[in-house]
């Protein structure tokens, strides 16, 4: 894994499999040469970890040996150095890194309503409003306006019935139940068609207004602060225009250190120039079914050669092959 933490670029490997980590480094770039942090191994002889900490962390033997201690063999180092009372070193830094600035996975059949109300409650400055709506506008959407609305909700017998079942806290249950009413929060969009405005609730936009408004906060937030954010199959129900425009204006205004890895199949970004090819990775199944990722840059592509076409004519990794698009329904 390569990341970047105030303009450091640091380099984290593993080796491991369902019981063990077999090896396990850690790198960082404060100029053109790599300097070791640490590096583990794991003995099967011995059924041992051995640490060896780079003299860059100025770790005391006692911080080394309380670190060691506590690095298991299906452990990793940093995760051992979480549990450790030991002195700061760059490796506090790495460590909040992974535990705060890295977000879950955000999944193609994952809702951001609920995102997208919870940032705009908080958004007292309506900042991030302005900042959707002006999104929104140059995607060409026609929506001039979004407002959240609040209402009071009495809680039925019913309603209590899905309280109780609810995964959430006791504490949170009871002072719902204690209160008599829950409180629903609810988008209406405000659209323009010709001369007239027209208000729409949440449950009437499309699943790809929905989506690419939530698309629009994440942005927001990747622009505003230093995270990374994974996205799964970022093109899911937004048109190609879309996702583009999307990449172009973080690429673009992004000034910090911000990260995105994006999954997708739509093969039209092999085709634009604003993306490097040596960020483009693809997936290649092999004749075991394991899945190799292969760098579009390692290939040996002429520069002048277009990778889309490559691609689409199998020079690059190996296409789904495909049989006969005629069945036989007769066919035992």
Same mark, same amino acid.
């Given at each position: 894994?390569?990341?970047y933490?105030n ?6 490997s593993f080796?491991?499999?369902? $019981? ?9 770039y ?7 942090l640490?590096? *583990? ?8 970890t051995?640490?060896d900490?780079?003299?860059?962390? +100025? ?12 690095t ?13 009372n030991?002195?700061?070193t760059?490796l506090?830094d790495?460590?909040?890194y992974f535990? $705060?600035?890295v ?5 193609p059949g994952?809702s951001?309503?609920k995102?997208?109300?919870? *940032? ?5 400055s309506?900042?991030? +409003? ?6 929104? +506008?140059?995607?060409?959407f026609n929506?001039?306006?979004v407002v959240?609305?609040?209402?009071e ?8 019935q899905?309280?109780?079942?609810a995964p ?5 249950k009871?002072?719902?139940? +204690?209160?008599?009413k ?17 208000d729409?609730?949440?449950?009437y936009?499309?699943?790809g207004?929905m989506?690419f ?11 505003k602060?230093?995270r990374?954010v ?7 129900s937004?048109?190609?225009?879309l996702l583009a ?21 739509d093969?039209?970004?092999?085709n634009?120039?604003?993306?490097r ?13 394991e ?8 290939l040996?592509l002429h ?16 296409l ?11 066919d035992?």
């Amino acid at each position: 894994m390569i990341f970047y933490i105030n303009q450091s670029k640091y380099i984290l490997s593993f080796e491991l499999d369902a $019981k063990y980590i077999h090896s396990e480094t850690l790198v960082v770039y404060d100029s053109i040469r790599p300097t070791k942090l640490y590096s *583990r191994s794991y003995d099967a002889a011995t059924d041992s970890t051995a640490i060896d900490f780079g003299g860059n962390l +100025k770790l005391t033997k006692k911080s080394q040996d309380v670190i060691s201690g506590n690095t298991i063999n299906n452990c990793s180092v940093l995760a051992a150095f979480g549990k450790s009372n030991v002195e700061r070193t760059k490796l506090n830094d790495i460590y909040d890194y992974f535990a $705060k600035q890295v977000k879950d996975i955000l999944a193609p059949g994952m809702s951001l309503s609920k995102y997208v109300k919870s *940032r705009l409650d908080k958004d007292e400055s309506g900042d991030l +409003k302005k900042f959707i709506l002006n999104f929104l +506008k140059a995607s060409d959407f026609n929506i001039e306006d979004v407002v959240l609305h609040e209402e009071e909700e009495l809680i039925t017998p019913e309603l209590e019935q899905l309280i109780q079942n609810a995964p959430i806290g006791n504490e949170a249950k009871a002072e719902m139940l +204690k209160r008599g009413k829950i409180t629903n929060t609810e988008l209406t969009f405000k659209h323009k068609a010709g001369e007239g405005f027209y208000d729409l609730s949440e449950e009437y936009e499309s699943n790809g207004t929905m989506r690419f408004m939530g698309l629009a906060v994440i942005l927001n937030f990747l622009l505003k602060t230093n995270r990374f954010v994974p996205i799964d199959e970022v093109e899911t129900s937004i048109h190609y225009e879309l996702l583009a425009y999307f990449i172009k204006v973080f690429l673009a205004n992004s000034e910090g250190t911000s990260q995105m890895l994006l999954t997708t199949h739509d093969i039209n970004l092999l085709n634009e120039d604003f993306i490097r090819r040596d960020t483009i990775w693809f997936t290649d199944k092999d004749e075991l079914g394991e899945t190799k990722i292969v760098r579009l840059s390692s290939l040996g592509l002429h520069k002048n050669l277009s990778p889309y076409n490559a691609y689409k004519q199998g020079k690059l990794v190996k296409l789904p092959f495909l049989g006969s698009q005629y069945i036989n329904l007769n066919d035992d």
